[in-house]
Structure formats: structure tokens, C-alpha cells
T-cell receptor
């Protein structure tokens, strides 16, 4: 069964520093991978989606992610962190059971310090 | 275009009661999925509806049920509430009808507290 693992439940960076949030998928190469962000007391907002059309995916708010088959990874990066990036980030993969069932990682809470 | 809306945003119930949560998808979206989010278990899939039919179901007891109406609006019901049902319940809508996975857009959630 498909699953994703997010290394690091908490990540802290300084404003202006590089943001790197890690996600590794298991099993076979998934057709899709997603990154979502959740701000306090809100739902999930789509950051970006991998569809196999390109290994480097650009998303909203300056985030991007690179699909690396050799490393079974789909890490999320942003060159320069902003205070407004403080939130929880989730990596997700479709279940092998089909349709719209997403399997989420445990999430990484990003703190940005001035 | 309006996003996914969920009502109510907050609910407080006592053990043994039942609750109904509502979700209105983005206009034109026919698939609605429900997820439960808790600090201990994270985000877990409950079920998905398309054209008033449940297509997929997660590993939750039968106390959790749902339905979808002809206008694609969906409701989920939890009967005989337990303390462990306290969670944020998220609804997501997507356009697709096929076997592929379309992007899911999430609502703000309903925060359920069971006392």
C-alpha cells in the first residue's frame, strides 16, 4: 500500500533562510504527489501537485518540489522563508485503492523566526 | 468561484449524542471526500461520494456514515458519539469522475468537541 513519510515533525528556520521539508514515498512510483499547507484554524490549501509531466514542480507562494525516483523523495523547498510561511505542511499520495482517497504524511510544522 | 464551505464551523456535543456535518463543494465538482484530523492519528480518509454513491470508504466504524445529494452537497453523520470522535472534520471536493486522482480542494473544516 502506498504511504508517505515526512521526516521531522518540527522544522525551525530564520526568516530569509532556505526551507526544506522532506517527504519520501513508499512502494511503486505514484502517479501523483501533493503538498498541502494548513494555517492555524483553517483547512488544507494545495501548494503543488506532481503529475509525472515534470520532475520539478513549482507551486504557490514561491514553493517548489522535485520528484526524485532514485531517492523515492518529493521534498518541498523555498529559497527564502517568510514569517507568513509558518504553518503545518502535509505531503500526500493517492491510495492504490483508487478514486479520491489521499494518504497523508504526519505533517511538518514549520516555525519561522525573525 | 466560491470555495468549499462547511457548516457548522464548531460543534460541542456530549457522549452518546449524534451529529450531522454539512459540506457544499465547489460549483461543478461532483466528488466529495471526508477526512478526520486528530493530533494522534493525523489525517485519515473517511469516505468519498460521487453522484450520490459512496465509492470508497476508510477504516472507520459504522457509526460514521454519509450521503450525497443530487446537487453534490454532502453530509456526514456520526452516531453515538465517543470522546475519541473529537476532531477536525475536513471535506474536500474535486471535479473528476474517473479512476484517476484529481486535485482535491478542502474546506475550512468543522471542529467537533465531544464532552
Amino acid at each position: 500500500a502506498q504511504s508517505v513519510t515526512q521526516l521531522g515533525s518540527h522544522v525551525s528556520v530564520s526568516e530569509g533562510a532556505l526551507v526544506l521539508l522532506r517527504c519520501n514515498y513508499s512502494s511503486s512510483v505514484p502517479p501523483y504527489l501533493f503538498w498541502y499547507v494548513q494555517y492555524p484554524n483553517q483547512g488544507l490549501q494545495l501548494l503543488l501537485k506532481y503529475t509525472s509531466a515534470a520532475t520539478l514542480v513549482k507551486g504557490i507562494n514561491g514553493f517548489e518540489a522535485e520528484f526524485k525516483k532514485s531517492e523515492t523523495s518529493f521534498h518541498l523547498t523555498k529559497p527564502s522563508a517568510h514569517m507568513s510561511d509558518a504553518a503545518e505542511y502535509f505531503c500526500a499520495v493517492p491510495s492504490s485503492g483508487g478514486y479520491n482517497k489521499l494518504i497523508f504524511g504526519a505533517g511538518t510544522r514549520l516555525a519561522v523566526h525573525p | 468561484k466560491a470555495g468549499v464551505t462547511q457548516t457548522p464551523r464548531y460543534l460541542i456535543k456530549t457522549r452518546g449524542q449524534q451529529v450531522t456535518l454539512s459540506c457544499s463543494p465547489i460549483s461543478g465538482h461532483r466528488s466529495v471526500s471526508w477526512y478526520q484530523q486528530t493530533p494522534g492519528q493525523g489525517l485519515q480518509f473517511l469516505f468519498e461520494y460521487f453522484s450520490e454513491t459512496q465509492r470508497n470508504k476508510g477504516n472507520f466504524p459504522g457509526r460514521f456514515s454519509g450521503r450525497q445529494f443530487s446537487n453534490s452537497r454532502s453530509e456526514m453523520n456520526v452516531s453515538t458519539l465517543e470522546l475519541g470522535d473529537s476532531a477536525l472534520y475536513l471535506c474536500a471536493s474535486s471535479r473528476t469522475s474517473g479512476s484517476s486522482t484529481d486535485t482535491q480542494y478542502f474546506g475550512p473544516g468543522t471542529r467537533l468537541t465531544v464532552l
